[in-house]
């Protein structure tokens, strides 16, 4: 079964920076397009940055462009979000998510709190 696990998540001070990863499992990861969204307390889930399941093209929410950087291993079957530039409006539960055979998975998240 396709598994989706999230790490990375903290407590960081603006201007800090975290690096989130996603490891994937139960599927051929190299074969799929990956996403992380994002959700804030009393804010709908929102798209952050996704890449190509060869990693060779990347997209990103217009508030974190210059900030943010997804990246992949296809050979850790992992996904990384490397966010620098931290702001307390990026505060949220950051989700991995992928899309096979029409069926949505996401991971359980991992918390990102920016605050002094």
């Known amino acids: 079964q396709v598994q989706l696990v999230e790490s990375g998540g903290g407590l960081v001070q603006p201007g800090g920076s975290l690096r989130l990863s996603c490891a994937a499992s139960?599927?051929?990861?190299?074969?799929?397009?990956m996403s992380w969204y994002r959700q804030a307390p009393g804010k709908e889930r929102e798209l952050v940055a996704g890449i190509t399941s060869a990693g060779g093209s990347t997209n990103y929410a217009d508030s974190v462009k210059g900030r943010f950087t997804i990246s992949r291993d296809n050979a850790k079957n992992t996904v990384y979000l490397q966010m620098n530039s931290l702001q307390p409006e990026d505060t949220a539960v950051y989700y991995c998510?992928?899309?096979?055979?029409?069926?949505?998975?996401w991971g359980q998240g991992t918390q990102v709190t920016v605050s002094s």
């Open positions: 998510h992928t899309v096979r055979r029409g069926a949505s998975y």
């Open positions: 139960g599927f051929l990861f190299s074969s799929y397009a």
